[in-house]
């Protein structure tokens, strides 16, 4: 079964950039996309940004826009670079994929993603 793995998380200043990657393992044919989402203390989880696999196309939340970009690296690797970062970007960072192709109908929620990380925190001082 395909699973992924998030990493790059960690403590930065207010402005400071930061890189996040989720490699994915296992039958990864199956994918059709992968997404990146959040969840703060006390919040629900919200869609940070997405990129479909075959068709490069990439979607993002309103957090995110003009700030974050997400990519591929290579054919299992998703990156999301994060720049001019804010204290309410603190959170624990969740990656996802889609094995079903869930993309298609809503990607961002977080019911189109069958797969997810353990999650990563990012952690953003004033």
């Known amino acids: 079964q395909v699973q992924v793995v998030e990493s790059g998380g960690g403590l930065v200043q207010a402005g400071d950039s930061l890189r996040l990657s989720c490699i994915a393992s296992g039958p990864t044919n199956y994918i059709y996309g992968m997404g990146w989402f959040r969840q703060a203390p006390g919040k629900e989880r919200e869609f940070v940004a997405a990129?479909?696999?075959?068709?490069?196309?990439t979607f993002y939340g309103d957090s995110a826009k003009n700030r974050f970009k997400v990519s591929k690296d290579d054919e299992n690797t998703m990156v999301l670079e994060m720049r001019s970062l804010k204290p309410e970007d603190t959170a624990v960072y969740y990656c996802?994929?889609?094995?079903?192709?869930?993309?298609?109908?809503?990607?961002?929620?977080?019911?189109?993603?069958?797969?997810w990380g353990q999650g990563t925190q990012v952690t953003v001082s004033s």
């Open positions: 996802a994929a889609d094995t079903k192709n869930g993309l298609d109908y809503g990607f961002s929620q977080a019911w189109a993603y069958s797969v």
């Open positions: 990129i479909r696999w075959s068709v490069y196309m």
